[in-house]
């Protein structure tokens, strides 16, 4: 998970180590490479699994978690963008096939990151991982700098979003006078997805937190991020390009030769990156259908749930041509 939020971040303490002997030297280094969590930490990290759990998003993805074993560990994570990083999902290639989380020990100073008011930012940062975990053992791990990654992000970035509503609405998630501002910007990419599928545009003045992001102003940032009208499971497409530096034209990448195997593999884990935000997006709008959570549009109004003029918020799902029930790029209220 990279973010465009900017902190001040803290030094970090670097241990002592010694180099007298190889295999001390090789042990220090990779305790340096990685480390597991505390005890005490290990009990924050219960906290946020268990309030993932309790939403019907995240609920798989704790699922996944212990079937798999995932661990969680510390690991200094490089600046991205020149922009801090959260917490990374170790590709398995990259980790003896392990399953593994790591969070930025950058932060480990200051773990109330993760904990202020409540553990809603380290259960949407899990989410974030976890579901590039389940991407790369269902799908694979794509290229970087490709559309598989790209919808890999959009994946991992509209996950949190949803556990993020759905912790909202059962007010799990901190209400807006005492959230911090990681939360905060949660907040507003949820903001963002309910504007661009017909709702209100999100002001400054509610996110006093967010004075400008990725070089840009509150409003200019918007603007950015919603200027090309993408509805449904792309909603936040323009969010994660920015932060992550994707171009624009991965949305639809044009499919290889038949000769280009390699190209082919990369266009086929697109498409099922794809598909998997579509699935995760579908069970998002069934979520905010059985809890009778209007449309993004109807909200914005005065009128009252007998609002003949707000949108179905709704898919339709069943219609998918695969027979699964599913569309990449369906639209919310459409
Ligand atoms: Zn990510």
């Known amino acids: 998970m990279r973010n465009s939020l900017r902190y001040s971040a803290f030094p970090i303490p670097v241990p002592e180590i010694s180099f007298s002997d190889d295999n001390v030297a090789i042990y220090e280094k990779s305790k340096l490479e990685s480390l597991p969590l505390g005890l005490e930490e290990q009990k924050i990290i219960n906290r946020g699994v268990e309030t993932l759990s309790a939403t019907s998003t995240g609920k798989p993805l704790v699922d996944f978690l212990k079937k798999e074993g995932v661990e969680i560990r510390w690991k200094n994570l490089s600046l991205i963008n020149s922009e801090p990083n959260y917490a990374e999902a170790c590709p398995p290639s990259e980790c003896s096939g392990k399953k593994v989380v790591y969070l930025n020990n950058m932060n480990r100073a200051y773990i109330d990151l993760f904990l202020d008011a409540n553990p809603t930012f380290l259960a949407v940062t899990l989410a974030h991982e976890l579901s590039h975990l389940a991407d790369f053992k269902n799908i694979g791990e794509p290229k970087k700098g490709t559309s598989g990654e790209l919808y890999l992000e959009l994946n991992g970035?509209?996950?949190?979003?949803?556990?993020?509503?759905?912790?909202?609405?059962?007010?799990?998630?901190?209400?807006?006078?005492?959230?911090?501002?990681?939360?905060?910007?949660?907040?507003?990419?949820?903001?963002?997805?309910?504007?661009?599928?017909?709702?209100?545009?999100?002001?400054?003045?509610?996110?006093?937190?967010?004075?400008?992001?990725?070089?840009?102003?509150?409003?200019?940032?918007?603007?950015?991020?919603?200027?090309?009208?993408?509805?449904?499971?792309?909603?936040?497409?323009?969010?994660?390009?920015?932060?992550?530096?994707?171009?624009?034209?991965?949305?639809?990448?044009?499919?290889?030769?038949?000769?280009?195997?390699?190209?082919?593999?990369?266009?086929?884990k697109y498409e099922k990156l794809s598909k998997s935000l579509g699935l995760r997006t579908a069970d998002y709008l069934h979520w905010k259908e059985a809890n009778n959570i209007s449309a993004p549009n109807s909200q914005s109004d005065d009128n009252d749930s007998s609002d003949p003029g707000g949108y179905q918020d709704g898919p339709g799902v069943d219609g998918g041509g695969d027979g699964s029930g599913y569309d990449p790029h369906f639209q919310d209220g459409i």
């Open 157 to 268: 970035c509209s996950t949190g979003v949803y556990i993020y509503h759905q912790l909202a609405n059962v007010h799990i998630a901190p209400n807006p006078k005492v959230e911090n501002k990681d939360i905060q910007l949660i907040r507003l990419h949820l903001a963002i997805r309910d504007y661009v599928n017909g709702g209100k545009r999100p002001m400054a003045n509610d996110f006093p937190f967010i004075k400008g992001l990725s070089g840009l102003g509150f409003d200019d940032y918007i603007n950015k991020v919603t200027g090309q009208q993408r509805k449904g499971s792309m909603s936040l497409a323009g969010v994660v390009e920015l932060t992550y530096n994707f171009d624009d034209r991965l949305e639809n990448p044009v499919k290889p030769a038949s000769y280009d195997y390699a190209g082919l593999q990369e266009y086929g």
